[in-house]
């Protein structure tokens, strides 16, 4: 787990190198573009304009697509006895939320959780690190992680009171808020 | 210290709820040969009416240990309270080993004093007396005390009854946020007072060495934050705030120094904070869970889970050294250390096949030993005097308290009578 | 176990940010070619089969994406753009991929790391244990096959033991043992496996030896021996070398050999790194054995100018 905020700081870098590389790129071109730019412009926003609705149009279309993509998903992620691994399943609801989060800047709240076998310190732990497998999949999804929170509850709250894997299944989770 | 105000006030009105939280302990499993002693009713040499049935409290005290079988009241052939007034006889015959006699006195209505006297009903002749003094109020752990001396003097071990405990119990709510009550009690379950009530959760509640501080995890910020709170006082503090996980606070045997579990670089490690100074020390760096930290009685080593080896085990931290090793190697799951004052006798939870038991490892030789057979046991805490571990297990679908002894002879349960009670943490020895 | 981690982690992301490049390029080119290609890629490598994965593939299509999307299209133009959202999204699946296999190589290490622990704990048990059970089977044999003892594995020869002399010294305590009926002779038997190095058997021997004269003539030195053989044998068995020792010191205050006892208890302790206790002993040989000409007091004094 401990790679993730450095994976984060090498990702946001490498966008940086890649702004760069476009700038310079850009610098040079910048005396014959500016000719060509002059005459264009006004064709190109008389386009655009024109362009806009439609887009418009379309992206709102998109943007219900996933949310009706996230809703069919769910906010629960289930996770297996003692591990946090994500599932399949829970991979494929992320990647409808991720989706998601890359056409908007919402923050989201991931809450982790475990059934109540075990130690309870043990299991706050286990709670965390479900939690960040969330945070850490989104994160190399390109979810920037200041706008991820995570937050551990452990056995303390959970979905399903009462012993036995039926209630156990459905409180080793990850909610995402 | 405004927070101090206003915790102090929830707590005055909250002792009405907590009463109703009040503990009841059930002898589930005892001793084959208990002491046989009788506790006469101590004779009250006040007005008005008898504060406290000082007799009863202390006879509860020695057959919750297990080691005593005393004497029903209805079988006394005597009620003796001076030692003009014991016959030696009327306790043979009904098979008393040990005879204890009291006087209980109030002075300025505040100020009380237990007079008491033991018998060696087979030799004839006594044994021990001595008096407590204190405040009314404090009648009942005044009984304990007492209560503390017969022990001590009738099993070669200090008595650990004038002790207190603190736990967390839960109500649920269904469709709703759950209550969860801090709740301080003698080491019996009586007078329970609620310390902290929040709607979020509350867990890891801890003592500092003296007994006079306690320190816990609290949610009430939205986030796991671990408070320090004075217990004369009520003024509590906040010492950790840090991003991810604050818990698992654990204070040093000579309580400068407070171990706990930060998440804060990453991933749960081990830290130490010098509470004088606030200065953080990371001890465990991994990538694994490093929990549940508890010192060594020496304050030179601590010990700790952590799954570095695929699964929960204890670990050993040398602070001398910086060695870390592995201590536990039985089973499959080996966590929540708790060490006894003997530096030797170390009580976990360990699974054994689909259940979660309270175990006894042995640091010397590396024996151990299951002392409970329900399935989801947990948080162990072992008394001052080593004698007894307290831990918080499942009746049906409800959370309660139970205890056995460390050589698993004894067992008893303290059932609340509502909501469920999880989290014990026996108290150390209360300095007077 | 720290650094095999952090190696782990270094390559994680050296894997993490080779795809990723793709992702950065896609948000400022539609290149619906390139696109196709890298989800050519994507597809194969399955949920099914994170190893399956091959980042490394994608590097030239990544350099030539970059040099070809400078400046061409504007950010927030492929922030609306779905496609290109969608693919930032498939991407990152592949990254998230690679972010599982580390986690799982993370789960692998720490299993194997519990195993090491374990094992390395049973090799100390089975160590601890092994002579005690020989010796329980060694007992059980004689008992059967009346006293014989077996034939041990030959080892190394004891490394800087105390020079002793071959046979047996004369006792100076006051009740002196007396010889036994045929000790001499079994005496002779077991010390001649010691000089013919058969540890194993000596051990035995000398074992055989204190059941049959627990107090002959010979005794102190069959104490004395079994001291020194504990030590050579493998595994060594330092305490049972620590009891014959002082056993010999408890029942033989005066015998010729407690200095060379004394010594080789000093020894003991240093190796199992008790340096005050060790030097008590040596100090010991010196003061009470100085004016003997018992080599132990030589060697103590080597050994404390040397270690001290």
């Not at chain 1, 009706?68 to 399949?88: I, Q, R």
């Not at chain 3, 720290?2 to 896609?26: D, E, H, M, T, W």
Request: contains cysteine; negative net charge; charged residues 20%.
């Amino acid at each position: 787990m401990k790679q993730l905020p450095v994976a984060g700081k090498t990702l946001t870098l490498l966008f940086a190198a890649a702004f760069l590389v476009a700038c310079s790129s850009k610098d040079t071109k910048e005396a014959d573009a500016a000719a060509v730019a002059a005459a264009e412009a006004e064709a190109r926003s008389m386009a655009e304009r024109s362009a806009a609705t439609a887009a418009a149009n379309a992206a709102n279309a998109e943007q219900q697509r996933l949310q009706d993509a996230v809703a069919a998903a769910g906010n629960v992620f289930y996770f297996e006895y003692d591990s946090s691994t994500l599932t399949p399943q829970a991979q494929d609801a992320l990647d409808a939320h991720i989706a998601l989060l890359n056409n908007n800047d919402r923050s989201v709240r991931l809450e982790g959780h475990t059934d109540e076998r075990g130690t309870r310190e043990y299991n706050m732990a286990l709670g965390e690190r479900r939690a960040n497998a969330v945070r850490d999949y989104m994160g190399v999804s390109g979810i920037a992680s200041y706008r991820i929170e995570t937050v551990s509850y452990g056995e303390e709250q959970p979905v399903a009171y009462g012993s036995g894997e039926a209630n156990w299944s459905q409180n080793r989770r990850v909610e995402l808020k | 210290m405004k927070h101090m105000s206003a915790l102090l006030l929830a707590a005055l009105m909250l002792v009405s709820i907590g009463t109703r939280a009040q503990l009841v302990i059930e002898i589930t499993q005892g001793r084959d040969n208990p002491t046989a002693i009788a506790v006469a009713p101590f004779a009250w040499q006040g007005t008005g009416p008898v504060p406290e049935d000082v007799a009863q409290v202390i006879d509860d005290d020695l057959a919750r240990s297990g080691q005593f079988d005393p004497v029903a009241r209805g079988d006394m052939l005597g009620r003796p309270s001076s030692q003009q007034e014991v016959f030696y006889r009327d306790w043979q015959a009904i098979n008393a080993e040990y005879l204890l006699i009291g006087r209980v006195n109030v002075t300025d209505e505040v100020q009380m004093r237990i007079e008491y006297e033991l018998f060696d009903v087979a030799r004839q002749t006594r044994v021990l007396n001595g008096y407590e003094e204190g405040h009314v109020n404090e009648a009942r752990m005044l009984s304990h005390r007492v209560a503390d001396e017969v022990y001590q003097q009738l099993t070669g071990t200090r008595g650990a009854f004038a002790t207190r405990l603190l736990y967390v119990s839960v109500t649920r709510v269904p469709n709703g946020k759950d209550y969860f009550r801090l709740t301080l009690a003698d080491s019996d379950g009586a007078r329970p007072i609620v310390l902290l009530e929040s709607r979020e959760p509350i867990l890891a509640p801890s003592w500092s060495p003296d007994g006079k501080e306690i320190a816990y995890v609290s949610f009430e910020t939205s986030r796991p934050a671990i408070f320090r709170q004075d217990l004369a006082s009520g003024a509590r503090e906040q010492l950790t705030n840090f991003r991810g996980l604050n818990s698992a606070p654990a204070w040093s045997p000579d309580g400068n120094t407070m171990a706990m579990v930060l998440s804060k670089d990453g991933n749960p490690d081990i830290y130490l904070m010098d509470l004088g100074t606030r200065r953080l020390t990371r001890i465990t760096r991994h990538y694994a869970i490093d929990t549940e930290p508890t010192w060594m009685p020496d304050g030179n080593a601590l010990l700790f889970t952590s799954d570095r080896g695929g699964r929960p085990q204890i670990y050993r931290y040398d602070l001398r050294s910086g060695a870390t090793t592995r201590v536990t190697f039985e089973g499959s799951y080996n966590a929540r250390p708790r060490m006894a004052q003997d530096g030797r006798n170390l009580v976990l939870v360990h699974r054994s096949g689909e259940g979660f038991h309270i175990a006894l490892y042995d640091m010397e030789t590396s024996r151990l030993q299951i002392l409970t057979n329900t399935e989801l046991d947990e948080s162990p805490s072992i008394a001052p005097n080593g004698s007894m571990v307290l831990y918080a297990t499942k009746s049906g679908d409800r959370g309660i308290l139970a205890a056995v002894s460390v050589d698993g002879g004894v067992k008893f349960r303290l059932p609340a009578r509502e909501g469920d009670v999880r989290e014990p943490a026996w108290s150390p020895y209360m300095s007077r | 176990m720290r650094y095999i981690s952090k190696a782990l982690i270094a390559n994680g992301l050296a894997l993490a940010v080779g795809p990723f490049c793709i992702a950065v390029q896609a948000q400022d080119y539609i290149d619906v070619e390139a696109e196709r290609a890298a989800a050519a890629e994507t597809q194969p490598a399955g949920r099914a089969d994170p190893y399956g994965a091959k980042p490394a593939q994608s590097y030239p299509t990544t350099s030539y994406g970059i040099g070809a999307a400078a400046g061409t299209q504007s950010q927030s133009a492929a922030n609306n753009n779905p496609q290109a959202n969608m693919a930032v999204a498939d991407r990152g699946g592949n990254a998230g991929q690679l972010l599982l296999q580390v986690q799982q190589l993370q789960q692998e290490v720490m299993r194997l790391n519990g195993l090491v622990e374990e094992q390395g704990h049973e090799i100390r048990m089975l160590k601890e244990k092994s002579l005690e059970r020989y010796l329980d089977l060694d007992r059980r044999i004689s008992l059967l096959s009346g006293g014989e003892a077996g034939a041990g594995l030959p080892v190394m020869p004891p490394a800087g033991s105390a020079a002793v002399e071959p046979v047996a010294s004369a006792n100076v305590g006051n009740n002196a043992p007396v010889e036994q009926p045929g000790e001499a002779q079994a005496y002779q038997a077991a010390y001649s496996l010691v000089k013919a190095q058969q540890f194993d058997g000596a051990v035995q021997a000398f074992q055989q030896f204190l059941r049959d004269y627990p107090a002959g003539r010979f005794t102190p030195n069959a104490h004395y021996w079994l001291g020194e053989l504990y030590l050579v044998t493998t595994p060594a068995d330092m305490e049972a070398s620590r009891q014959s020792f002082m056993l010999l010191l408890d029942l033989y205050p005066n015998d010729s050999k407690v200095p060379d006892a004394l010594f080789k208890l000093g020894r003991i302790h240093y190796d199992k790194g008790n340096r005050e206790r060790a030097r008590e002993f040596f100090d010991r040989v010196i003061q009470d054995f100085g004016t003997s000409r018992s080599a132990a007091v030589k060697l103590a004094q080597d050994f404390i100018r040397e270690n001290y």
